[in-house]
């Protein structure tokens, strides 16, 4: 079992930028890759980005790329989503999810937390 928390929401105005954490726990994280994941009001959840824990390899969605910066500290267990430029659509529930380096599922998610852009 991998417990995820995150951490970092609030509200901000549009253009301003915003940091997520993300503390994991649990079991040891070196055959996972870790993700952000969003979901807006009456929509479905969508992939932000993805970074394997062990060695290289991030990944990003096409509408956050170059604004959007995904990091960890191995050393303490924690991702990160450094949010620049933050835009209205960006308004959302942002979700921490793990899984297998071997598998295409997240087994594991976070509890969420609300992302709110202003005008």
């Known amino acids: 079992q991998v417990q995820l928390v995150e951490s970092g929401g609030g509200l901000v105005q549009a253009g301003g930028s915003l940091r997520l954490s993300c503390a994991a726990s649990g079991r040891t994280l070196s055959n996972y890759i870790l993700g952000w994941f969003r979901q807006a009001p009456g929509k479905e959840r969508e992939f932000v980005a993805s970074?394997?824990?062990?060695?290289?390899?991030?990944w990003y969605a096409g509408s956050v790329k170059g604004r959007f910066t995904i990091s960890k500290i191995s050393a303490n267990n924690t991702l990160y989503l450094q949010m620049n430029s933050l835009k209205l659509e960006d308004t959302a529930v942002y979700y921490c999810a793990a899984r297998f380096t071997t598998e295409n599922e997240y087994r594991y998610w976070g509890q969420g937390t609300q992302v709110t852009v202003s005008s």
């Open positions: 970074i394997r824990w062990i060695g290289a390899g991030t």
